[in-house]
Every structure is written in structure tokens, then in C-alpha cells.
T-cell receptor, first 116, second 112 residues
Framework: DTEVTQTPKHLVMGMTNKKSLKCEQH?????MYWYKQKAKKPPELMFV???????INESVPSRFSPECPNSSLLNLHLHALQPEDSALYLC???????????????FGAGTRLSVL | SQQGEEDPQALSIQEGENATMNCSYK?????LQWYRQNSGRGLVHLIL?????REKHSGRLRVTLDTSKKSSSLLITASRAADTASYFC????????????FGTGTQLKVEL
């Protein structure tokens, strides 16, 4: 199983809503990532979890709150978002970086988020 | 910004032709990777080249790496309409952590 599964595929929310994006992998990867991607732009890293601990936070606004309940699951909780937060949100996973592993990332299909 | 630059930004070719895209980066790397993204979908890993390698092949893909110039190129030979996608290089830096730094991307269109 080399899949990263993201739900939902599409999400429309108002600026006062609270919603969550979910990501799941069963490849035994211990590093998981959230990226934000705008149209015709590269993915922008938001958060990295390594062994279920937050290891990188790229100065993301607090209206985005990540959670890693276990080694297979990654959530992104959304609250009081702005219209400019509309984007494709991608989850990825990889083996945690070491001398012997390469940081090849496996991506989910993404959640297309629209904030009204 | 530590983001790499890719050129061209967009490339349109006929089926059967070769496509070449280039990537420049700024920091020391362990390896450089290329990913493909079909419209509105996730990225798919294509090929990885280590910092001590100069060239690597995988099927119709050929990647070169010049660490002295901090640049890489991806060649797709005998392109097909199904190769239409965005292509991103990504560098795995020598610092700690699991961060990949993505280039700006090349949008490839292969026409029949």
C-alpha cells in the first residue's frame, strides 16, 4: 500500500466555521507533512511531524492547527479562515530522514478548500 | 527565499519530441528529486539523484546534476500527451530535518 489518503476531496467553508482535514497512510512512515499550494505555484511547507512530534512549523497562522494522533494519521484543524486561505492542501509522508533513508515524499491527492 | 528556480516556466511541444527543464538551487544538498503533478492532484515522485552522482536514467527520464553550478536538468524523451503536467524539482538539504525545498515548477504541455 503506497497510498496517502486525504479527506475530504473538496471543502467549502465560511469564515466562522470550524472544519478539519484528514490524512492517513499505512506505509510505516514516521514523518508526515502539510503543504499549501496556490494555483500555478509550488507547494509551500506548513508543518512537519516526525515520530508524532511537531518538528517544523513554518510560521503558519494559528487559525491552522495540526494534530498527529498516531503514526498513521495527521489532521489539520481549521478555524476562522480567510478567503486568501483558499488553496489545495496536500498531505505527504516519508521515512524520517537518516543517513540511510532518502527523503522521498508520497503525496495525497489533496483537499481543495474554498473559504467564502 | 530558499526556493529553487526552474525554467522554462511553461513549455509546449509536440508528441514525440524531447522536453528539457532546468532547475537551479541555492544551498548544499544531499540529493535532488523531481516530482510530477497532474492538474489539481498530488505530486508523484519521479527520480532522485544523489549529490555525488552526475547523471541518472529511469525509463524515458534522464536527470543530470552539476553541484558546482547548483543546477539540474530533467529530460523527457519521446514525450506523450500523458506527460502533460507540472514538474517540480525539490532539494533535500544537508541541514537536519525532513524539509524538501521545491522549485517554482515547469508546466509542460504535450500536444498531439
Amino acid at each position: 500500500d503506497t497510498e496517502v489518503t486525504q479527506t475530504p476531496k473538496h471543502l467549502v467553508m465560511g469564515m466562522t466555521n470550524k472544519k478539519s482535514l484528514k490524512c492517513e497512510q499505512h506505509m510505516g512512515h514516521r514523518a508526515m507533512y502539510w503543504y499549501k499550494q496556490k494555483a500555478k505555484k509550488p507547494p509551500e511547507l506548513m508543518f512537519v511531524y516526525s515520530y508524532e512530534k511537531l518538528s517544523i512549523n513554518e510560521s503558519v497562522p494559528s487559525r491552522f492547527s495540526p494534530e498527529c494522533p498516531n503514526s498513521s494519521l495527521l489532521n489539520l484543524h481549521l478555524h476562522a479562515l480567510q478567503p486568501e486561505d483558499s488553496a489545495l492542501y496536500l498531505c505527504a509522508s516519508s521515512y524520517s530522514k537518516s543517513r540511510t533513508t532518502k527523503n522521498i515524499q508520497y503525496f495525497g491527492a489533496g483537499t481543495r478548500l474554498s473559504v467564502l | 527565499s530558499q526556493q529553487g528556480e526552474e525554467d522554462p516556466q511553461a513549455l509546449s511541444i509536440q508528441e514525440g519530441e524531447n522536453a528539457t527543464m532546468n532547475c537551479s538551487y541555492k544551498t548544499s544538498i544531499n540529493n535532488l528529486q523531481w516530482y510530477r503533478q497532474n492538474s489539481g492532484r498530488g505530486l508523484v515522485h519521479l527520480i532522485l539523484i544523489r549529490s555525488n552522482e552526475r547523471e541518472k536514467h529511469s525509463g524515458r527520464l534522464r536527470v543530470t546534476l552539476d553541484t558546482s553550478k547548483k543546477s539540474s536538468s530533467l529530460l523527457i524523451t519521446a514525450s506523450r500527451a500523458a506527460d502533460t503536467a507540472s514538474y517540480f524539482c525539490a532539494t533535500d538539504g544537508t541541514g537536519g530535518g525532513n524539509k524538501l525545498t521545491f522549485g517554482t515548477g515547469t508546466q509542460l504541455k504535450v500536444e498531439l
